[in-house]
C-alpha cells in the first residue's frame, strides 16, 4: 500500500541527503523515481537537489501552479513510476499536498516528501501544515544545536549573523542566512 511521506527538520539536517538516497535505492534495483523541487529554490542550481556532503540529482520543478496529479499522471503513461520525492516540501501548496495524497491512494505511487516544518519566526509554512494534518507517515530527521540540544527551530540572520526578527515568509538562502538552534536558544535568539 502506497502512503504519503512527511520527513521534516531544521536545516541541515541532511534532508536532501536522505532523499537522493532513497531514490538511490529504488532505481538500484531496477525502479524509476521521479524527483521534484521547488522552483524557486535555485541555490543549487535551477531543477537540482544537492546535498551539502557532495551528492545531487537532476530534478523537475514545481511552483504554486502546478498540477501535480497531472503532472504524475502524465509521467505513469510515459513508463511505470515506483516513487515520487518532494524536496523543499514546505513550498508546496495546501492543494498540492491534497493531489498528492489523491496520487498515492488512487495511483498507488508512494510519495515522499522532505521539507522544513517552521519559518524563522516560529510559523508552520503551508505545504508543512497541510502535510502535517493529512500525511500517513511523519518522520522527524534530527539535527543539533550548537549547545549540543536537538535543533527544532530555524533561525534566519543578517548580513552581520545577527539575528532578523521580521520579513518575508521566504527568503532562499543557505547558512550564511540561517542556522539551526534548539527552542531555547532561538527564543533569546543566542548564536554562536
Known amino acids: 500500500m502506497a502512503k504519503l511521506y512527511f520527513s521534516y527538520a531544521a536545516m541541515n539536517a541532511g534532508k536532501s541527503t536522505v532523499l537522493l ?6 532505481q538500484e534495483r531496477g525502479m524509476r523515481t521521479l524527483i521534484l523541487t521547488a522552483k524557486l529554490d535555485n541555490l543549487s542550481g535551477s531543477g537540482r537537489v544537492a546535498s551539502r556532503i557532495g551528492v545531487h540529482a537532476d530534478a523537475d520543478t514545481f ?35 491534497w493531489d498528492l495524497a489523491k496520487a498515492v491512494d488512487d495511483l498507488n505511487i508512494p510519495v515522499m516528501c522532505y521539507g522544513l516544518r517552521t519559518d524563522f519566526q516560529g510559523k508552520l509554512f503551508p505545504g508543512s501544515a497541510a502535510l502535517l494534518s493529512i500525511a500517513d507517515t511523519l518522520r522527524e530527521i534530527r539535527t543539533i544545536c550548537w549547545c549540543g540540544k536537538k535543533a527544532t527551530m530555524v533561525l534566519r540572520l ?35
Open 63 to 97: 511552483c504554486p501552479k502546478t498540477d501535480l496529479l497531472s503532472l504524475l499522471q502524465e509521467a505513469i503513461q510515459k513508463q511505470p513510476l515506483h516513487c515520487v520525492l518532494i524536496d523543499e516540501a514546505q513550498f508546496l501548496t495546501e492543494q498540492q499536498v
Open 158 to 192: 543578517d548580513e552581520h549573523g545577527k539575528p532578523i526578527e521580521h520579513g518575508e515568509q521566504v527568503h532562499i538562502g543557505g547558512n550564511e542566512s540561517y542556522t539551526s538552534l534548539c527552542r531555547n536558544h532561538w527564543s533569546d535568539r543566542e548564536v554562536r
Open 21 to 26: 538516497q532513497a531514490s538511490y535505492n529504488y
